[in-house]
């Protein structure tokens, strides 16, 4: 006998709760064997992401042009995603900055961040043993909101002719103001953002342009904490999962909707098997 087209739909849309613990539990479960693997010094495979890379080489050339380096963590909130991966970003390259004897431009447009921002640059000289090249005043706070920040930022890239901009964070509108700006100035630029609206936009004036999840990734590729790289790593074997069981469910749909077979497969068969297997892991 056929499904109802009705129940069918249900049927697919609505997980049962042993699915759900069972993604649950292989989570859990691969985030701990890998935060052990990682610890225990074994090599965790990340894909390589080119713009990350060329952070080194940005600040590289900023040296050999005696010219500074621009840096914008977006103007997101101090909560946002988006920010919170900038100020990894941004310790990176104050570290890079501190040892070669570059100077580090920071444009923020919250009131919130400034601290922040001048607490990561100030402790990556004071790691390098280059207090004496700290200079606070580089770290400027640009009010007035989105435009009027972008303005000032522009105004401040021209005036001291950045050699390399590096774009990260949360961007609007603005976005491609300041890139265009950097791409006037023949400057290598080096975008990430999670606002995928902006992503064109990045990529027809920067040279590298981390792409959202290789954004959100990018704290964890340089720091290489065992946590975040754990984290990483399952999130990306969760989605080779999950798409797998979105691919046999199409499959299974297809079958049971065309009348091949008027037994569902994959959420009888797999139901069949799961709910036993819970009712005596937690009984």
Same mark, same amino acid.
């Given at each position: 006998?056929?499904?109802? &087209? /009705? $129940? ?20 859990? &479960? /691969? ?8 610890? #225990? ?15 080194? $080489? &940005? %600040? ?6 005696? #010219?500074?380096?621009?840096? %914008? ?19 990176? &390259? ?8 570059? #100077? ?17 640059? #100030? ?7 280059? +207090? ?13 909101? !989105? ?12 005036? $001291?002719?950045?050699?390399?901009? +590096? ?16 791409? !006037? ?8 953002? !999670?606002?995928?609206? !902006? ?21 964890a590729y340089i720091v290489r904490e065992p946590v975040h790289v754990a984290s990483i790593r399952m999130q990306d074997l969760m989605k080779v999962l999950m798409m797998l069981i979105i691919a046999l469910g199409i499959a299974g749909a297809t079958l049971t909707v065309t009348g091949v077979t008027d037994f569902?497969?994959?959420?009888? /068969? ?14």
């Amino acid at each position: 006998m056929a499904v109802p &087209a /009705g $129940e069918l739909l249900l049927a697919s849309i609505t997980p049962g709760p042993w699915f759900l613990r069972t993604l649950f539990l292989i989570f859990g &479960a /691969g985030i701990l064997i890998t935060l052990y693997k990682t610890r #225990r010094g074994e090599p965790i495979f990340m894909r390589r992401i080119p713009g990350l890379d060329k952070i080194d $080489e &940005a %600040v590289g050339r900023a040296v050999e042009m005696g #010219r500074p380096v621009f840096f %914008v963590p977006g103007i997101g909130w101090l909560t946002d995603p988006g920010t919170l991966t900038a100020m990894g970003l941004l310790e990176r &390259a104050a570290t890079l900055c501190a040892r070669y004897n570059t #100077r580090l431009l920071v444009a923020v447009v919250a009131p919130e961040i400034v601290p922040v921002m001048t607490n990561i640059v #100030r402790e990556a000289y004071r790691a390098e043993n280059k +207090l004496e090249y700290y200079n606070e005043d580089d770290i400027r706070f640009l009010p007035g909101g !989105q435009f009027y920040f972008a303005i000032a930022a522009m105004g401040w890239m021209r005036r $001291e002719r950045i050699s390399a901009s +590096l774009l990260f964070g949360a961007f609007f509108a603005e976005s491609l103001m300041l890139s265009e700006t950097g791409q !006037q100035l023949g400057a290598i630029q080096i975008a990430g953002t !999670q606002m995928p609206m !902006q992503i064109p936009f990045l990529v027809t004036t920067c040279d590298y342009v981390l792409i959202v999840e290789e954004y959100l990734a990018a704290h964890a590729y340089i720091v290489r904490e065992p946590v975040h790289v754990a984290s990483i790593r399952m999130q990306d074997l969760m989605k080779v999962l999950m798409m797998l069981i979105i691919a046999l469910g199409i499959a299974g749909a297809t079958l049971t909707v065309t009348g091949v077979t008027d037994f569902n497969w994959v959420e009888e /068969g797999i139901g069949r098997f799961m709910e036993p297997l819970w009712e005596w892991l937690f009984s």
